[in-house]
């Protein structure tokens, strides 16, 4: 199992940046595919950016390609989002997640962190 704890969220600008972060405590996260996902004031959740458990190949959502870059930190046992250019629609609460490679589903989520674009 693997738990997993998100930070790095705040207020940010419209054209600012800022880097989440998914510490992870028990499992390794390669052993992991892992996804970011958020959820917009009165919308459903969303993914965002995946990462495989090989950490070489990465998905974004269409609204977020080439602005977001998901990586990981195997020494650290931490997950990213770097998030650049932001926009008032990237405003939401941000998860991580995580599922074992077989599994269709997330079954590891964070608490979130809130991203505010002003």
């Known amino acids: 199992d693997v738990q997993l704890v998100e930070s790095g969220g705040g207020s940010v600008q419209a054209g600012g940046s800022l880097r989440l972060s998914c510490a992870a405590s028990?499992?390794?996260?390669?052993?992991?595919?892992l996804a970011w996902f958020r959820q917009p004031p009165g919308k459903e959740r969303g993914e965002v950016a995946t990462?495989?458990?090989?950490?070489?190949?990465?998905t974004y959502a269409d609204s977020v390609k080439g602005r977001f870059t998901i990586s990981r930190d195997n020494a650290k046992n931490t997950l990213f989002l770097q998030m650049n250019s932001l926009k008032s629609d990237d405003t939401g609460m941000y998860y991580c997640?995580?599922?074992?490679?077989?599994?269709?589903?997330?079954?590891?989520w964070g608490q979130g962190t809130q991203v505010t674009v002003s």
């Open positions: 990462l495989n458990a090989g950490g070489n190949f990465m």
């Open positions: 997640a995580a599922r074992e490679p077989w599994q269709t589903e997330y079954n590891y």
């Open positions: 028990g499992d390794p996260l390669r052993r992991y595919s």
